[in-house]
């Protein structure tokens, strides 16, 4: 189980969390909504070290991660698809695959499992991350994530650009996933996404934490929708 | 000699600084495109590279090949180990700011400088070569359509030797970074350091161990030139600024362009040394430095900033 205490965080003098509390349970998806700057995406880098933690604390199962470096992240299982993607762009997709399985000590039958989940990449190992299509760079950026074999999945915005087909694969990706008890934290603009595969939303306003509530109430009540992210 | 055996003579020359050049510069290039840092004392390095290929030589002193062995494996390790030292005492501590950097490496330059004259000297001793062979090279007379040896076109055994031996270094250094995982590792700290470190790369070792590396190719290449050249506590000075040419033309850490820069600069730094002046050289290649960073700012094979 992932759970922040208390987490306030930030890029140098500017703080962009305040004592933010969340968790995420194996097997469930929990979505962060908030409008565009609330903090969304600094709530994933907190979580993975990638930015400046100034207060709280982030538990992974009983594990103090934020005392750890933030290469050890990845290695206590969170696995983390940002926004763009960030791919190692000049290497090949086998090279970015590798750098999945880096913190595995044996990572060949994973490395076959991820690669039969998308079979595309298989068919273009040799070929350089820049030069796939954006469904297939965000293919290849779940698949390297799911390298990890993480306990925790943070996805940002996974299907940003990508057409319906590509929509559906990476969200069954995505629920395959959480069949297999891995907790994931979801940010997604799009609400019928959310609304569809979301276990459980979280609202964040200004980098404070409001209300945290069952996807199945927003199913029925959108004014909370209203109130947090303005549609 | 005529024009022809000249121009050879000069070419082989070129072709040993070239050599040489591009060890040292692949090292400030990998520096540089991994870790973003402009590293001021790589010169540094290279001295020390040459100034421990003496004290082995001198130490080990049986015969030169084994002293010359010895120096081979010692000189780099001593630089990289301090380097490392230095990356984890000042680099690592400024956050590799790349203006601090440049500040902390010109600090690094001086402390080595004067740590290197108080206890090696202010003398430029030689070193032996471990083989130093006179090979006459043949040259074609087109008037008399037959080959001879023209009086003083010739080299050593030992120059033939530095040549192939960095070309070997630089063979291994590619096959290094792209088919081993410390250079999948480190080409992914260079392209992303933010998502090396989620994929559990410990960026702040790569970038030990990158700085070390560079300084252990800078030594290695001390080493090789060293009996040609002779160790001085100055002698960082040149290399320091032909590399910088040399990774300024190629690209700011692009490897390639490196070795190709250093073929271009190393060559023509040669031949025009040999045909007029070394100063020559160095002011025609630093108005090449100029053209390029007006013209094509990225450097040959450099990718523009997005």
Redesign the interface.
Known sequence: MLRLEKVSAGYGPVQVLYDLDLEAKPGEILCLLGRNGAGKTTTMRAI???CDRTNGRVMLGGTDISAL???????QGIG?I?QGR?L????TVA?NI???L??RKKGKATRERVLDMFPRLRERLDQRAETLSGGEQQMLATA?ALC?EPSVLLLDEPTEGLQPSMIQLIRDAVVTMKDQGVAVVLVEQRLDAVLSIADRVAFIENGHGREVVDAEVLRTDTSLLEKYVGV | MDFGPYLLLASLEGAVGAAVLALTAVGLSLVFGVMRVVNVAHGEFYMIGAVVAWFVATTVGTHPALGFVAALIVAPLVAAIIAIAADRLVLKRVNYDPEATIVATIGILYIIQQAALMGYGPEARPVEPPFNHRIALPWYDFAAGEWFYPWGLGTTSYKLFVIAVAIVLLLGFWALMTRT?VG??M??TQ??W???????????RVYALVFGFGAALAALAAVLIVPIQQAHYLMGGDPLLLSFIVVIIGGLGSVRGTVVAAILIGMSDGIISVFFTPTLAKIIATMVVALVLVFRPQGLFGTKAA
């Open positions: 993975m070290g990638l470096p933030a290469h050890e992240a990845p290695r983390y940002p960030r190692f762009t000049e290497m090279e590798e750098i999945g880096m913190t390297r990890l | 995982k999948l590792v080409r992914a392209l992303d933010d998502m090396a470190q989620a994929f559990g790369i410990p960026v702040d």
